[in-house]
């Protein structure tokens, strides 16, 4: 220890690592979420060109499910972080966590 | 059938990846640009930048972490930040609301005049420097994934980061010596 004191433990407790805002979190998934979402159609719209072929009429199908699963994972990153925060801060946190997927599963459906 | 499963396995690795690291990512911004706004800015523009070339990115990573990769995409937001806007980092710890929510009670009183001389003394550095500090410090990184952020060798990253603590110990004793 120099008479500064530990320059490297003063540099962790200065830099210590900080939490994003909910609000972040929220519009960054959303922004994902349409991102997947266009990649599922497109792919989707690929596979239909491909329907010509008997042999493929099973694969557009497949598309939209997998198109629907991307969405799904993004709002079950939604849900872990919301059961997190039931943990700590009680009974709010679950009314609010409930919300928050609710809205994720709307927007699965409606998109 | 192929593509689909290959879809599918990508965003469910893109989402492991985001879970991951979303806070490193913000940290770095944080740390490097002073204020909350714009780190949501540049965390945001990372995550969907990196959703882009996941695919090249994780083949070409040959199974080694892709958090140095994520880091340099923010790197990257962040010089193009200063350079388009001419600006200069701020230091987070004038933000009294922050430093309220970081350390307890005691550490106010006995050490904020230190940490904020601490992060006056990094924002000072050399980008290079500061930001080595901010990888190693805020996100536990190690040289190994510090040098392949900042596209560096190990030895190279090695001395930065030992450069950077003397140069900021150095100038936290002159500071102290006024």
Known sequence: ?111 | MDEVAHRSRLDSDFTELYRSHLRDVYSYAYYRIGNHHDAEDITEQTFLQAYRHFERAQLESHGRPLRPWLIRIAHNLAANYYRDRSRRPQIPLEDAALVSALHDTEELVQGRQRLKDVLEGVAKLPEDRREALIMRFSLGMDNKEIARALDRTEGATKVLIHRAIKQLEQGLKEGGDE
């Open chain 1, 1 to 111: 220890m120099s008479e500064l004191g530990d320059v490297e433990s003063l540099l962790r407790s200065a830099l210590r690592p900080v939490e994003p805002a909910e609000g972040l979190s929220d519009r960054l998934e959303r922004g994902l979420s349409e991102i997947t979402g266009a990649a599922a159609e497109e792919l989707a719209d690929t596979e239909l060109s491909a329907m010509r072929n008997p042999r493929n009429w099973g694969r557009p199908v497949a598309a939209a499910v997998v198109g629907g699963a991307a969405t799904g994972a993004l709002v079950l990153v939604r849900a872990r972080q919301r059961q997190k925060k039931r943990q700590a801060r009680g009974l709010r946190a679950v009314e609010k966590g409930v919300q928050g997927v609710s809205a994720g599963l709307r927007r699965r459906l409606g998109g």
